[in-house]
């Protein structure tokens, strides 16, 4: 049985100047299985040949889209039977919300180094159960899996983020300063021009056991995760209402207050106050009846329009390697 196998992408831009040293640790490490993929579609193929070698854990070393693609296809491909390893991310995209969220920060091959040592050593003490979100948008095919998506105002910010600043060649962390502070400016004084962001939305948003919300909303988020976007964390743990963790910033001055408020303190998405809708759910629906509205699902762009709906439903436990004690 090997210890670790290990998806990479060699086009993912983190990949570009590490992929040489992974090689290198994996050609000088014999427990570790490691599959190249370039493209989406082989992913089926190498998690075939991954589950030949039975692996300990699955380590995906890639951007988002990869860790999208490989959590989808594990999900629904069944190559590994009722019994798949637990799921590792290296801190290689270029948010590792999924990565950070499991514990895994500074540099990837330390990062790899320690995952090796805990499937060789101290797995069982690693492992945790998360649920994924399974998105359907209208479209024929089986759902997309993923840990995080924004809507409204925030799906804005990150394609601007992704579109207008990180071609800029910067830092990721002062590319995300870049973009919050370019959202932070519309949201507060409403200005609008080609190099800035749109924030708000019109969205109508069910829950399927506590009734809608329609209205304007700069912030729309749904999660699986423990660890928010803005730093504070979501409240751990199972829940008898829903495995879907929903917050909604209404587009006017209470909502915006609050969450500014709660993003200085901390404590955003843990508590409800004027303008922040909170819930836990296990299918959320989201229309937009007067335009489109984008949705980003670890990545990957979905659009809401007039008789189109995105449906969010939990899906059942995966494991996952928590390298945090």
Request: net charge positive.
């Amino acid at each position: 049985m090997t210890l670790v196998a290990l998806i990479s992408n060699p086009r993912s831009t983190g990949n570009k100047a590490l992929l040489p040293a992974v090689r290198d640790y994996c050609a000088h490490n014999p427990d570790i299985f490691h599959y190249e993929v370039e493209e989406v579609h082989q992913i089926a193929d190498a998690l075939r040949a991954i589950a030949l070698v039975k692996p300990k854990v699955l380590v995906i070393n890639g951007g988002d889209g990869t860790v999208q693609a490989t959590l989808t296809e594990l999900y629904h491909g069944g190559h590994f039977g009722k019994n798949p390893p637990p799921v590792a991310v290296l801190p290689n995209g270029k948010t590792n919300l999924i990565a950070l969220d499991l514990g895994a920060s500074g540099k990837p091959i330390p990062t790899l180094d320690r995952i090796v040592n805990i499937a060789r050593n101290d797995l069982e003490s690693h492992i945790v159960v998360r649920q994924l979100i399974a998105l359907t948008d209208g479209e024929d095919g089986r759902p997309v899996l993923g840990m995080f998506m924004g809507g409204a105002g925030l799906a804005e910010i990150i394609l601007y983020c992704r579109q207008k600043i990180y071609p800029l060649g910067l830092p990721n962390s002062v590319s995300h300063f870049i973009a919050a502070v370019a959202g932070l400016l519309t949201m507060l004084f409403g200005l609008t021009a080609k190099f800035l962001p749109i924030t708000r939305s019109a969205l109508r948003i069910s829950y399927f056991q506590k009734g809608e919300l329609n209205g304007s909303f700069i912030v729309v988020m749904v999660t699986t995760l423990e660890k928010l976007l803005l730093g504070s964390r979501a409240e751990a743990g199972s829940s008898p209402t829903g495995q879907l963790k929903f917050i909604a910033v209404e587009h006017n001055r209470a909502g915006l207050t609050t969450m500014l408020i709660d993003t200085l303190m901390g404590r955003f998405g843990t508590r409800r106050g004027r303008g922040v809708h909170l819930a836990r759910e296990d299918m959320i629906r989201i229309d937009s009846d007067r335009s489109r509205s984008r949705v980003v699902l670890d990545g990957e762009i979905f659009e809401a329009s007039a008789g189109k709906p995105i449906i969010l439903r939990s899906t059942d436990p995966v494991p996952f390697l928590r390298l945090a004690a």
